[in-house]
């Protein structure tokens, strides 16, 4: 039997606030404290050996700028391709359709949107309600293929304020 794949579901960063500088949602930016304190986010994440083949995130500024971090930061240089199921207001069952086609690794990490991100999380384990994603949060989901139906197992969800504390 295979090893099973490792997702990494990943919040985006701290971006602009929504309102006249922002009309288009889907433009808007990270912020520099949220480029800042990201960035320490990932220190943490290399601080716990993670590593990743590839990384998918939504067509969104935001996201984009997210994955740009962790590709950056995270050993392995993994590149970044947009999965357009990932933006907003898709189902679970349409990500995983689109990213059981497109994948080509088994060490994956997914950067979305909440509550997209929550109810996949959920979706994935058999949860009965969607995981609370803060803005940088990570959750790591051991599953069996990703065409699979047997839930997955959760191995770790860290708020980015641990993340944080484990770069230092």
Same mark, same amino acid.
């Given at each position: 039997m295979?090893?099973?794949a490792e997702l990494?579901?990943?919040?985006?960063?701290?971006?602009?606030?929504?309102?006249?500088?922002?009309?288009d949602?889907?433009?808007?930016?990270?912020?520099?404290?949220?480029?800042s304190?990201?960035?320490?986010?990932?220190?943490?994440?290399?601080?716990?050996?993670?590593?990743?083949?590839?990384?998918?995130t939504?067509?969104?500024?935001?996201?984009?700028?997210?994955?740009?971090?962790?590709?950056?930061?995270?050993?392995?240089?993994?590149?970044v391709?947009?999965?357009?199921?990932?933006?907003p207001?898709?189902?679970?069952?349409?990500?995983?359709?689109?990213l059981?086609?497109?994948?080509?690794?088994?060490?994956i =990490?997914?950067?979305?949107?909440?509550?997209?991100?929550?109810e996949?999380?959920a979706?994935l384990?058999?949860?009965?309600?969607?995981?609370?994603?803060?803005?940088?949060?990570?959750?790591?989901?051991?599953?069996?293929?990703?065409?699979s139906?047997?839930?997955?197992?959760l191995?770790?969800? =860290?708020q980015?304020? =641990?993340?944080r504390?484990?770069?230092?």
């Amino acid at each position: 039997m295979a090893a099973p794949a490792e997702l990494y579901l990943v919040r985006h960063a701290i971006a602009a606030e929504r309102g006249d500088d922002w009309p288009d949602d889907d433009k808007r930016p990270l912020t520099e404290r949220g480029i800042s304190r990201f960035r320490e986010v990932v220190q943490g994440l290399a601080n716990l050996d993670v590593a990743v083949d590839e990384i998918f995130t939504s067509p969104l500024v935001r996201a984009k700028q997210t994955a740009d971090l962790l590709a950056a930061g995270l050993p392995g240089k993994a590149s970044v391709k947009i999965l357009d199921a990932l933006a907003p207001g898709h189902s679970p069952a349409s990500v995983l359709a689109q990213l059981s086609r497109t994948a080509k690794r088994r060490r994956i =990490m997914l950067v979305g949107h909440e509550p997209d991100l929550g109810e996949l999380a959920a979706h994935l384990i058999g949860a009965g309600r969607a995981l609370p994603f803060k803005k940088g949060g990570v959750c790591r989901v051991e599953v069996e293929s990703l065409t699979s139906r047997r839930p997955a197992a959760l191995a770790w969800f =860290m708020q980015p304020k =641990m993340l944080r504390k484990l770069a230092r």
